[in-house]
């Protein structure tokens, strides 16, 4: 039987009083890549949410797992630090707090040795350059001011940082041009080549096009409605959501 | 650095909020009256230039209003305060000779070896007076002189009766520097000769002890022409449920082609009004840098004022507020330019939380005549939650139009979502408002020394302690 990495078992949640998720199954396993998408409103960037542990989304019923572990009812933090990690659709903007501040802070609470300032410096400027974002960004505040494709990739950058075991990754490609698409690609590629398991929510499919993912996930009304593979994709970039 | 020498080090609030057993060999009745006034000065022992001069400031005291404005003091019960206290009878010439009682909160906070290592002398005050006074040998021969002020009325009356509450913050200058003027005690006294440049701060540390008491210290600092030093005070007091009063007066003369910089780390217990007046005088090409913590206190109302009245004369003041529960900061500065060429920069930045409210209060003036003047401030909120308060009530008067004056204020609330992104890394709670708070101050903690700024930042974390859950 295969592993679950990520596991969601018929998960309902609300925002306040509007419930959101209506019964939301799936399994990850490990290395693998699973792709969700649908219509605006479905109900995605919420079971990204949920799966992070949010403050904002109230879990009613249901059970989020990680390697087996139930962390329905764990902090953020420590879902973080059980190896689970959520590149934002609209990260926040983090006024004063410098970039290679927080990345330091971050490596540092999870008991990484460090770096002299300048070797990690040096290593982060090269990360970062590959994900096509210029290496002065490093020198400003977090997310503080940056663009829409900058934030993306600045998601993108922190992945291959922090090396996360579970990346869940909402609408990384959306505001993108297509050479950032692909090389967000590459990047989500890398990472799971290294052994990263990758839950993928994707409104195009324009990112996945360059993984192999084994599931395809179809998502409506806060439920998951089909279930496929790359054809699927294919399919619904065709005919869209409603042809379903 | 080494960490021992780094200010209240390592103590937790109930370290140093818990009171030693209380002493004294001499105290004045609770209230104010002018019996009160006469006995201080008796029991000091002073000339009667000094008796007089408290006699005329009571008087005023009496005349005047409290302010309509700022933090609430309706609370504040003259009559329930002790306006003087002395520890003990005598000063105390080395650690060694210090009384157990009061040497233990000085060793707790790395005082004696701080002095030892890095300062290039030390005031310690408990209660009303100076117990002990030590200035290195190299500075002394050098002609500076550094001493509480009760010694200097004595040891040199002509330089007191020229500068003490004359003209930088004269006894009718509002209703608590009257009220300083008559009940004033201790607090250093510090002259620079021309051209002595000090390489280590001197450092005046005043702890208050015995509860419903006041502390009036009065600090001048005289720096002659093309000198420089650096002083640093801080002061605590323990928690008690009753109400306390501090209210110091600061006089600064920095003058031609001088530096001063002033550093003061306030960290008061939560029942004690902190009520100050700090203001420098600063003559041609000289410099006055007023760089202030103030994390303590029940309410506090200070508003470092530098008189630019010099051709090229600068200020800066760098200060940063904390308000919690309850707490109120009435805090901000103010810049007079009064000559041609004058710079002055304030960066103020206030934290406020879980029901503290922080009000920055400025006043920028430009005279007719001072041309090519050029001011700078700035002003940031930063708001951990939904109960917390901030204001903004700046004040400028430009009546020169040859000037540059540039004004910026920002808030900022810390949204949940910000502490979501960061717990999303696996930062906790306090982590990640440290990373918020950090840098949010970070203009002004560059400024410090790196262990001040170090021992800032865990006084503003434990202020935080479970403010935000």
């Known amino acids: 039987m295969r592993e679950s990495i990520l596991f969601v078992n018929n998960l309902h949640a609300s925002i306040g009083h509007t419930p959101v998720l209506n019964g939301v199954s799936l399994s990850v396993g490990a290395g693998e890549v699973h792709v969700l998408m649908g219509p605006n409103g479905s109900g995605k960037s919420t079971l990204a949410a949920a799966i992070m542990g949010s403050p904002v989304v109230t879990i009613t019923s249901g059970t989020i797992g990680l390697y087996g572990i139930d962390i329905t009812n764990d902090s953020t933090e420590e879902r973080a630090k059980r190896g689970l990690y959520l590149g ?45 974002l210029a290496w002065q960004v490093l020198d400003r505040n977090l997310n503080e001011g940056f663009s829409g494709g900058e934030k993306k990739r600045n998601e993108v950058f922190q992945l291959s940082v922090f090396q996360p075991k579970v990346a869940v990754m909402d609408e990384i490609d959306s505001g993108l041009d297509v050479d950032g698409a692909r090389i967000v690609g590459e990047e989500l590629k890398r990472f799971v080549a290294g052994g990263g398991s990758l839950f993928l929510i994707t409104h195009s499919g324009m990112a996945a096009r360059a993984l192999n993912p084994r599931v395809v996930y179809i998502m409506k009304d806060g439920k998951i409605v089909k279930r496929g593979d790359k054809d699927l994709m294919e399919f619904i970039e065709t005919h869209g959501f409603d042809s379903l | 650095m080494k960490k021992d020498t780094a200010l209240m080090h390592a103590l937790t609030r109930d370290e140093w909020e818990t009171a030693s057993p209380e002493r004294w060999v001499a105290r004045t009745p609770k209230g104010l009256s002018r019996q009160v ?20 400031s009571y008087d005023i005291f009496l005349q005047k209003q409290m302010p309509l404005w700022g933090a609430d003091l309706s609370d504040l019960r003259f009559d329930d305060i002790s306006f003087f206290i002395r520890p003990q009878d005598r000063q105390f ?29 030390l005031v310690g005050q408990y209660e009303s ?18 001493t509480d002020t009760d010694t200097a009325v004595k040891k040199y009356p002509d330089l007191m009766k020229e500068y003490f509450m004359t003209r930088c913050v004269p006894v009718a200058d509002h209703k608590f520097a ?19 440049r000090l390489d280590m701060p001197l450092q005046t540390y005043f702890r208050m002890n015995a509860p419903q008491s006041g ?15 650096h002083y640093i005070e801080s002061c605590t007091a323990p928690r008690y449920s009753t109400d306390s009063l501090h209210s110091a007066v600061v006089e600064i003369f920095a003058k031609k082609g001088a530096s001063v910089k002033y550093t003061t780390i306030q960290n008061w217990s939560k029942n004690v009004y ?42 800066r003041h760098l200060n940063i507020a904390t308000a919690a529960n309850g707490q109120w900061k009435d805090t901000g500065a103010k810049v007079i330019h009064g000559a041609p060429y004058t710079t002055s920069r304030v960066i103020s930045k206030s934290i406020a939380m879980a029901g503290g409210r922080s009000s920055y209060r400025g006043l920028l003036k430009i005279a007719k005549g001072a041309k090519g003047a050029k001011a700078h401030v700035q002003c940031d909120a930063l708001l951990l939650d939904d109960r917390a308060q901030s204001d903004t009530y700046p004040y400028m008067d430009v009546y020169e139009s040859d000037a540059e004056v540039m004004h910026e204020a920002s808030v900022n609330r810390v949204t949940d979502e910000q502490l979501f992104y960061l717990k999303s890394r696996g930062l906790n709670a306090d982590q990640s408002l440290d990373l918020i708070i950090s840098g949010f101050l970070d203009p002004i903690s560059r400024e410090l020394p790196l262990d001040y700024a170090l021992e800032l930042n865990r006084l503003i974390r434990m202020e935080m302690e479970g403010a935000v859950g």
């Open chain 2, 37 to 56: 006034v006469e006995e201080i000065s008796s029991l000091k022992g002073e000339p009667d230039w000094m008796r007089e001069k408290r006699l005329q």
């Open chain 2, 274 to 315: 902190n009520l100050n007046t700090k203001r420098a005088l600063v003559y041609e090409d000289a410099s006055v840098e007023w760089v202030g913590g103030s994390l303590g206190s029940k309410a506090t109302m200070l508003y470092p004022c530098s008189w630019l009245i010099g051709r090229g004369a600068r200020a």
């Open chain 2, 93 to 121: 010439a080395s650690w060694d000779e210090v009384p157990a009682d009061i040497k233990t909160i000085y060793n707790k906070l790395g005082i004696p070896q701080a002095e030892q290592n890095m300062l290039a002398g």
């Open chain 2, 178 to 196: 009257a009220l300083h003027g008559a009940v004033w005690s201790g607090g250093s006294f510090v002259y620079v000769p021309k051209g002595v």
């Open chain 2, 215 to 229: 502390q009036f210290e009065h600090t001048i600092i005289i720096a002659d022409e093309g000198s420089s030093v």
């Open chain 2, 129 to 146: 007076e100076g117990f002990y006074a030590k200035l290195r040998e190299v500075w002394e021969k050098k002609g500076v002189i550094f």
């Open chain 1, 88 to 132: 934002f659709q609209n990260p926040a903007e983090l006024a004063g707090v410098g970039m290679m501040t927080f990345l330091r802070s971050v490596l540092a609470s999870n008991g990484a040795p460090l770096d002299s300032e300048v070797i990690f410096k040096e290593r982060m400027v090269s990360l970062v350059e590959r994900t096509g």
